[in-house]
């Protein structure tokens, strides 16, 4: 008997982009028409959560289809083990012919981990992973992480138009994925196409990951037009969720907030545009998107001054909750789904939807249960970690989050308060839940059960 055909998969992927930041989540600012387009017929994931609010551990996390600590990457600056057993290489193995085009973050020898082919420009081994370094040779001639890195005062400070090098990146990519289409699928001159092998194509882009710099036309669009988030200035009293906050009027003017949210949304339509062209090149080389696996994602979200937070770091929804949706039209008609999932998660589903055995060892569950609008073996249940010792445990909408011994713990009912600015921890209707998520947590790793009372 003839194997079916295996569909050729377009994984779009941005960077530090707020799940709610584009049309069809619902903004009525952002102009996002192309996302709009393929949101139109997917399923669409409205409690999709990253394993670990950071770059790198949420991306290596995504391709290995497992959680910080089983996969070993939980702080910034690490890399999966060369020849991990990525999703990349498990479909390589499969005979997809699988590319990368973009930002995929590893910083140790294993520059590919399964891809057949990568276009980018982050190929980067740091100097972490070089043997026998002179690390005091090295720390007299290069300037300090400290003195390197802008703070996110600066950041907000220096926002507005600008041609920065993320823009310069994603370009670069932009072209490398076009490329590779016509390449695969027309080969004008050599005539060598290669259709028949099925198609794995990850394009990465690094916006709307700050610095907060855009093309001037989009800037003067959204300048006026975008809200403030977090103007109130409402801060928690937990000792870690408010650190690194930056105060309107004393850190930063509330003029240069306002620059740098219209800037940041500036960002997401040009990289919307950036799918659109690629899009576009799909249509242009014959291929018909409805037989394509179309994927769209990102590593984390961005605070965006709510609760007076920048960046990521936190379990806040701006920062941990990430855009998801999965256009396959063939099989899944639209809807939304509204149980919580994971990063994680993809690597079962891809592999489930292609007909590839899933790994054993992962953290990863299959999604298409939830995509053909099944809920009774869900477990409804997402997991982040941060730094190897910060947890949150999201269950149905309530949301737990562990901060170690020395802090106290975090209950959040994004049913009755969704802005998170009430903690239920001491609340009486919720010890019992709260028993349980401290249960999950011990067989997770973080923290001891015990006798004494529930809260500190």
């Known amino acids: 008997m003839q194997q079916k055909h295996r569909p050729n998969i377009l994984f779009l992927m941005t960077d530090e982009h707020r799940p709610d930041l584009a049309g069809w989540a619902g903004n009525p600012v952002i102009r996002t028409p192309n996302l709009d387009r393929l949101a139109k017929d997917s399923v669409i994931f409205d409690h999709a959560y990253t394993p670990s609010p950071v770059c790198i551990p949420a991306r290596q996390c995504l391709m290995s289809g497992q959680l910080p600590r089983t996969c070993g990457c939980q702080v910034f600056g690490e890399d ?18 699988t590319v990368c085009c973009g930002k995929l973050h590893h910083n140790g020898p294993d520059q590919m981990q399964g891809w057949l082919r990568r276009i980018g420009r982050d190929c980067r081994i740091t100097e972490r992973f070089v043997p026998d370094l002179d690390t005091k040779e090295l720390s007299r001639v290069r300037i300090s992480q400290a003195d390197h890195r802008w703070t996110n005062t600066k950041e907000v400070r220096r926002s507005g138009p600008g041609h920065a090098r993320n823009t310069v990146d994603d370009e670069y990519t932009l072209q490398g994925a076009l490329d590779i289409l016509e390449e695969v699928f027309v080969s004008p001159y050599y005539d060598k196409p290669q259709q028949n092998q099925p198609l794995l194509l990850k394009v990465s882009f690094v916006l709307p990951h700050y610095p907060y710099f855009c093309r001037e036309d989009l800037f003067k669009y959204y300048l006026n037009r975008v809200p403030i988030y977090g103007a109130e200035q409402q801060l928690s009293g937990h000792p870690y969720l408010d650190t690194k906050h930056l105060e309107i009027g004393k850190d930063v003017m509330f003029r240069e907030v306002q620059r740098t949210t219209a800037a940041y949304y500036a960002m997401i ?76 998660d993809l690597y079962a589903t891809l592999c489930d939807l292609c007909g590839i055995p899933i790994p054993p060892g992962l953290d990863s569950r299959s999604l298409t249960g939830l995509m053909d609008g099944r809920q009774d073996d869900w477990d409804d249940e997402s997991i982040s970690q ?59 790793g973080f923290g001891a059960l015990t006798s004494g009372p529930v809260c500190p």
């Open 80 to 97: 999966l083990p060369p020849f991990y057993p990525t999703f990349a290489r498990t479909f390589s193995e499969h005979a997809y012919h």
């Open 269 to 344: 339509e040009t990289v919307d545009g950036y799918i659109g062209q690629i899009l576009e090149k799909l249509e242009e080389t014959g291929q018909d998107p409805d037989d394509w696996i179309i994927l769209f994602t990102s590593d984390h979200g961005e605070m965006l001054g709510e609760h007076g937070i920048w960046a990521k770091h936190k379990f806040y929804e701006a920062s941990v909750r990430v855009p998801l949706l999965l256009r396959y039209p063939k099989r899944f008609a639209p809807r939304h789904v509204s149980e919580n999932v994971n990063l994680c």
């Open 386 to 444: 941060y730094l190897g010792e910060y947890l949150m445990i999201k269950k149905g909408p309530l949301k737990y989050q562990y901060y170690g011994p020395d802090m106290p713990p975090v209950l959040f009912d994004l049913a009755k308060n969704p802005s998170e600015t009430i903690n239920y921890i001491d609340a009486p209707e919720y010890q019992e839940v709260i028993r349980a998520f401290k249960q999950r947590s011990t067989e997770l």
